[in-house]
């Protein structure tokens, strides 16, 4: 497949460091960005039509496996901006579509600002509204914890165009804005836990005027184009929890080799072998059950396995998150202080929370598929 041979020469050139010494610097990826954008890797699900690769899921199931063992919490650049030309291919107007080049070769860097300050999980609720002037839409309010707000060609912003629908789920739309709409004064940057190469920003949106034609998908029914979206991000950010697990054993295998306490090897100990092989254990569970899902997807079964993504999406950050724990508790206190480990630890440990958490996963099994609803 050309495309992992892509892959497997960046992550050569680019060397086994270089996840550790970019969070270092707290600087975007930028020599990652740049590679994967010459083999327009960013295109991957785009329709062949419109200039992209237009491969299978789980195809790309294997490329996120594969790039997130090397290049950890980068894997959801990838992600997200595969699945953001992908949004632009599928529901963009022409105007929209002639943005397609720069999004597939990563020369326009995109960012979606969905979550406010007191609507997170509960997205319908957002209040940055959008009011209707001739053919244009003036929009107001204020969004938060935008990924590299700052540092984006292109926003899609939501907000609400209609307040009246029956439904919750009606009423929102997409709108694409571009940085020059914005001030230098309306982003402030948040400090966080993890994520070093990526800043997040709140952003005041002060009447942004945006013409019609810039609205991806449908006035009031952006929903159903982000949902979406959003179980083909719940798929692939599964498959990278699986490749940054793999990472951090990966690593405190060769350390468990290496390190030496009371004169031998801590490898040879069962108390650090079957932690690290429990966790294997339950990572190649979850890989397979994320590669099951994904061929789902393209044998177009997803609507009769709604909570295929979501036992996906859970049961990969579980493992995940205990492969790094027990990968760091390998190191003991090297793992401790500034390593790859460490960081993989911090950055696994917003996954639980976003961009959806656990528990809104879980009540989605609960209540949709097993019938526990009030
Ligand atoms: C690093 C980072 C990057 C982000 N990037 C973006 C971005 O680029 N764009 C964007 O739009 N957003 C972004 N977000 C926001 C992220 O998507 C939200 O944080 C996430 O949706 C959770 O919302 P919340 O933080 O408001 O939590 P809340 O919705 O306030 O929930 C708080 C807690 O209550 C729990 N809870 C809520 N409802 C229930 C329930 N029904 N049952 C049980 N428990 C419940 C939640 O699981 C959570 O543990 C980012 C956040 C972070 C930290």
Redesign the pocket.
Known sequence: MKNLQYLGEIADNLGKEYFNSVCNSRQFPEDLWNSLGRQKLFGLLVSKGNGGDGIELSDFVELVLEFSKQFGTFGYLFIAQNLSAKMFSDFGNEKLRAFLPDLISGRTRI?????ELE????AFSIKTKASREGDNFIISGK?H???NARNADLLMLVARTSFHQEKQSSGLTTFVTTKEQYEPSDFINLE?MG?DFLP?YSLQVNAVNVPRDMILGEVDEAWKMLSNTFVLDRILLAAMFIGMGEMALGIAVQYAKERKVFGKAISSHQGIQFPIAESYSFLQAAKSHVRSVSKIWDDGLIKSNRDAPWTAYYTSIKAAYDAIDCSLQTFGAYGYVSSTVEKLFRDIR?YR????????AL?NIAEKTLGMRE
Not at 111 to 115: D, E, G, K
Not at 353 to 360: R, T
């Open positions: 960012n979606l600002a969905l979550t609507s997170g999980s509960d969004k914890y935008v990924t966080k994520l997040i917003y929370i976003g961009p959806i958490s656990e528990q809104i009540s």
